[in-house]
């Protein structure tokens, strides 16, 4: 470096630079308007149809039911709002990581600015505890270390050389004479020349891929979509249909009168296509679904990601921490002597006493398994300590014991070795073990000893020892326990397991195949993702399962690889590097005891255990919620079939507006009081016992096949036929005395859907066994109850006369529920047929 570079910059100057560079800050996201979101949520075509409702309601001087309308929609109109106010704090949070105040070299002297003040070209002083603010070149470094985690995603700090003494040849994109904004320095002294600021810098990369991941959609929310507008325009041609019908069934009523009636008669049958119910179903299982993952360790922080999760094809997992331990252990010990307890004694003894790298507490621990106790390790007088620096990449202690003065050092084999005593054939037997165990995955570290006679034999420094090689100590973070088995689990449920890690190759690939992850030793490496295009890529990561030193852009283009193959991509993880690819991710799964406040706020879902088995259960849960709203959105087409077909039929058989089966009110009560009451209940269904052995579910699979679109569609003409039948009967017998009848038909649908949430509740296991899962469940109950009492209020209160119904008699009653009952009880029939069926086959084949 130039003497110049060291003068530091003027104040004047400091300002020209800051007025071309701008502020050392992150592009802040731009706020959206909190109208403009309740806006976008209230265009929304089933909102927008709701209120157009709710509005003719008011216009053709129906005030109560129109209120009762718009209660409704604001609601659930209020739940989305506050989902879509529930910002993204990513990019505060990278803000937060830069430290606020910085020592500078000013005009000559040494001075405190803000860090927002920094420019490229400014000189900075870091110390121990410092947050780099910037990213800058090392002019000067004593014994500076750092510790680049929350970048790289590796625990271990880095040693800092100035850029005249890097001799590192390596491709590293991070670079050892370099220093990395939002860093911390965790040892030693450093004079930084600034070089890029803001924006420029790796956190303000990682801030604008942040900002740069799309905003889609979930699979289940296109899929909603699409029926709501289905429906939308089915619900528009009926509406003109039956309007016109209506307007000319009613000749002899005056003309504002036939208008009234004909609209009325349209708003009901309208309504009766819309399914608003999805909002209420949607929100109901999205919440509990949440509320069920929070108990099993899982924070879900966006709703929609609840259902997301059963669709995953593609598990992308970080190695250290999640697949593994995050907990270094010793694994192999080899002696080169044969005595294996004075291997590790002597480890032991070359250790810190007050260790707090997580290497040194492992090898202590593993001495006190041994039967070395602390007191036995460090029972002698500490007389000299050589300490660990980047350069020397080895340590060692002196210690007086019994009499008897003996170095002890341990450290990089390769560093070690060479202070060793040895023949060239015994270090070659030394050199062949270090490959061998290296290959394993361990990380290998060799332990060597030294008697003294005296004081004044101890050597200045640890290279002028000459060392007896003790052998070598093998440590690795081992996988955890149950890994192996959720990643059998994830195998049969046809979601692959991917490994992105920052460590090296043959470390990665030997966990993943002691875990059993498929395609173990395809390895793609950083270097190798910088010289690939995104197409190549994409063919690529169709078979590679392992991805070693990576960077995060390359994170986050292997995401985007897997995703323009039609994967659904769940990623995990815990650092800034990892935010991007968490956003980008359909599923951005952050670890929330380890985890970067940044990769939290960047994720969906938030593991409060970091742990493997987590994810997977979250996995089950979101499958089974799926398959929970799948049933609950063929129900609610069954169940609108009589509401609309009564509405349809009605002015085509000349009964007036007045005697209809349903009027507007009855359509707004059905909606209120038992859909989000069944809802509560098929939420509660559990998960079916395949449900972890199928393929996941094609994203472009319309929620409604057509196999189950024609179940619900011939449930709702059954239920249909029976209500309305049984109200034409009595209205036929009565024409006077249209509530008894009205009475009739909506006891009928009410029961008739009660029962039809426990018959439906699997298309194989019969209604009792629902029953018999539901009998200690006191939700339930509640909500059967619930809508037993809620049926009995509107018949035998005096609501009834406001809703425009009458009492049933003792024998009315029974008989409306023996219709409902066999309405929906076909079906278990069906069953039973399909059980016969399925017993003979397996009796034929056997």
């Given amino acids: 470096m130039t003497e110049q570079h060291f003068k530091g910059l003027t104040t004047h100057k400091a300002k020209e630079l800051q007025e071309k560079f701008g502020k ?37 001087g129906e005030p109560k039911d129109g209120a009762i309308m718009l209660i409704f929609v604001i609601g659930v109109i209020g739940i989305e709002t506050i989902q879509e106010w529930k910002t993204d704090k990513t990019l505060k949070a990278l803000k937060d990581l830069s430290a606020p105040q910085i020592k500078v070299l000013r005009d000559g002297t040494e001075k405190v600015i803000n860090s927002l003040d920094l420019v490229p070209g400014d000189i900075m002083f870091i110390s121990e505890g410092v947050k780099v603010p910037a990213d800058g070149i090392v002019l000067k470094a004593s014994t500076l270390a750092i510790d680049e985690s929350s970048l790289t995603g590796e625990a271990e700090a880095v040693w800092k050389v100035t850029q005249d003494n890097c001799t590192d040849t390596s491709t590293d994109y991070w670079r050892k004479d370099y220093c990395y904004a939002g860093t911390l320095v965790t040892q030693g002294t450093g004079t930084i020349l600034v070089d890029k600021i803001g924006p420029s810098t790796e956190y ?96 879900v922080r966006k709703l929609p990601s609840v259902e997301t999760l059963g669709a995953v094809s ?51 621990s593993y001495c006190e398994e041994n039967g070395f106790s602390r007191d036995i390790i460090f029972g002698g007088e500490l007389i000299k300590e050589y300490a660990f620096t980047d350069d020397l990449k080895m340590m060692g202690h002196v210690w007086e014991s019994n009499e008897s003065i003996i170095v002890t050092a341990k450290g990089s084999p390769e560093r070690i070795l060479t202070i060793c005593n040895l023949k060239a ?73 991917v490994m992105i890690t920052g460590d090296n190759g043959i470390t990665a690939s030997s966990i993943a195949k002691q875990i059993n992850i498929p395609n173990s030793d395809k390895i793609i490496t950083g270097d190798e993702l910088n010289n690939m295009t995104d197409e190549e890529l994409k063919e690529r990561v169709k078979e590679v ?98 509401i609309a077909f009564s509405a349809l039929l009605a002015p085509l058989l000349g009964i007036s507006p007045g005697s209809l089966l349903l009027l507007p009110l009855h359509v707004v009560l ?103 899962k539901a009998i200690n469940d006191k939700i339930m109950w509640i909500a059967s109850l619930g809508t037993l009492i809620g049926l009995a209020v509107i018949l035998y209160s005096p609501l009834n006369s406001f809703l425009k119904l009458a009492p049933l008699s003792i024998k009315q009653l029974p008989l409306a529920a023996l219709i409902a009952v066999v309405s929906v009880a076909w079906y278990e029939v069906v069953k039973l047929v399909r059980h016969i069926k399925n017993h003979r086959s397996m009796k034929n084949n056997q």
């Fill in 425 to 497: 054939s015994e270090k070659k037997i030394a050199e062949n073990k270090i490959i061998e165990m290296s290959s394993q995955g361990l990380r290998v570290i060799a332990v060597g000893q030294m008697n003294l006679n005296n004081i004044d034999d101890i050597p200045e420094t640890l290279k002028e020892c000459s060392l007896e090689l003790c052998g070598l100590i093998g440590l690795a973070d081992p996988p955890r326990e149950s890994v192996k088995e959720d990643i059998k689990t994830c195998t049969k449920a046809g979601v692959r397991v």
């Fill in 204 to 299: 303000g990369k990682i801030g604008q891929n942040v900002l740069s991941a799309p905003n889609n959609p979930t699979p289940l929310q296109k899929q909603t979509g699409k029926l709501v507008k289905l429906c939308a325009v089915i619900a528009a041609v009926l509406f003109i249909f039956v309007g016109v019908v209506t307007y000319f069934n009613i000749s002899d009523h005056a003309f504002i009168d036939r208008l009234i009636e004909s609209v009325l008669s349209g708003v009901t049958l309208a309504m009766a296509m819309i399914p608003e119910e999805f909002p209420v179903i949607l929100t109901v299982f999205l919440s509990m679904g949440a509320w069920r993952l929070a108990k099993k360790n899982s924070l």
């Fill in 24 to 60: 050392n800050e992150l592009v802040t996201e731009k706020k959206e308007n909190f109208l403009h979101k309740v806006l976008h949520v209230i265009t929304e075509p089933m909102f927008l149809l709701l209120i157009v409702a709710a509005t003719i309601y008011f216009i053709l």
């Fill in 314 to 364: 593609v598990l992308c997992v970080d190695k250290t921490g999640t697949i593994t331990m995050n907990k270094m252990t010793v694994r192999d010990t080899w002696s080169f002597t044969n005595d294996t307890n004075s291997l590790i004694k002597i480890m032991g003894m070359g250790c810190k006493a007050d260790a707090y790298d997580p290497m040194e507490k492992s090898m202590i």
């Fill in 670 to 772: 059905l909606e209120l009081v038992i859909d989000p009451t069944c809802s509560i209940v098929l939420e509660r269904q559990p998960a079916e016992e395949d449900i972890m052995e199928r393929s996941p579910r094609d994203p472009n699979e319309k929620m409604l096949t057509s196999k189950n679109l024609f179940k619900s569609i011939f449930q709702g003409f059954v239920i249909f036929s029976a209500s309305f039948g049984t109200y034409y009967w009595f209205l036929n017998q009565n024409p006077d005395n249209a509530p008894i009848a009205r009475a009739m038909g909506l006891t009928i649908i009410l029961l008739a859907n009660l029962l039809l949430v426990h018959v439906n509740s699997s298309s194989y296991d019969f209604a009792v066994k629902s029953f018999i």
């Fill in 545 to 642: 399962s392992i991805f070693s030193r990576v960077v995060p852009e390359h994170k986050m283009r292997i995401v985007n690889a897997f995703k323009e193959n039609g994967e659904i991509v769940a990623m995990t993880g815990d650092g800034v590097n990892d935010a991007p690819a968490l956003k980008h991710a359909d599923i951005g799964i952050a670890m929330g005891k380890r985890g970067s406040e940044v990769s939290r706020e960047a994720a969906d879902l938030i593991l409060l255990d970091d742990n493997f088995s987590t994810i997977v259960e979250t996995i089950r849960n979101g499958r089974r919620i799926y398959d929970n709203i799948r049933k609950a959105v063929g129900y609610v087409f069954t169940i609108h079939i009589p």
